[in-house]
């Protein structure tokens, strides 16, 4: 082990040289370099006792240049997204956002998974009958019936359902 320090520690520089040539930038050629050794160091039992170790770390160090870009992309493609800002009138989208996904949530699963399937995911009825393993005509009832319940409860309208008499119960009037 101390061999192997001894021979990671010798080919430091010619890592931050090499870093500096990838990355153009200092800092980051620091952090690659500081990165190369900790993996090496975790991977010791990986190297091959005999073999280039410079040619072993250089392809540690490229390979983490590599992953760091692609990280970077991400984040860039990430940060280019449009994401509310919080100007006027955006938070009440959020807020009525927050209320669909409630409601949906409160839906039967087999109603949750017919309007995913035609309305989320695009397809059509006989596909989604497919998927779901039923008949189109019974995802064509399901997603009706959780379009109505939906747009229903995120007007705060009562159910017609709930207001009609619960069979087996007298009801009871109020004298006026």
Request: aromatic share 8%; with cysteine; glycine share 4%.
């Amino acid at each position: 082990m101390a061999l192997f320090q001894d021979t990671l520690l010798e080919n430091l520089p010619y890592l931050r040289a090499y870093a500096r040539r990838l990355s153009r930038d200092r800092a980051m050629a620091d952090d690659l370099v500081q990165e190369t050794a900790f993996r090496a160091l975790c991977n010791v039992d990986k190297f091959m006792p005999g073999t280039n170790m410079k040619a072993w770390l250089s392809a540690i160090l490229r390979n983490q240049f590599y992953d760091e870009l692609r990280s970077r992309s991400r984040i860039a493609a990430y940060a280019a997204i449009p994401h509310p800002t919080g100007q006027a009138g955006e938070q009440e989208s959020l807020l009525e956002l927050r209320d669909f996904e409630q409601e949906f949530a409160m839906l039967p699963a087999v109603q949750r998974e017919a309007l995913s399937l035609v309305g989320a995911s695009g397809f059509s009825y006989e596909e989604a009958a497919t998927i779901a393993g039923c008949p189109p005509g019974t995802i064509k009832s399901r997603v009706c019936r959780a379009r109505s319940t939906l747009e229903r409860r995120l007007r705060d309208e009562t159910p017609a359902q709930s207001l009609a008499p619960i069979p087996g119960v007298a009801e009871f009037q109020i004298a006026a």
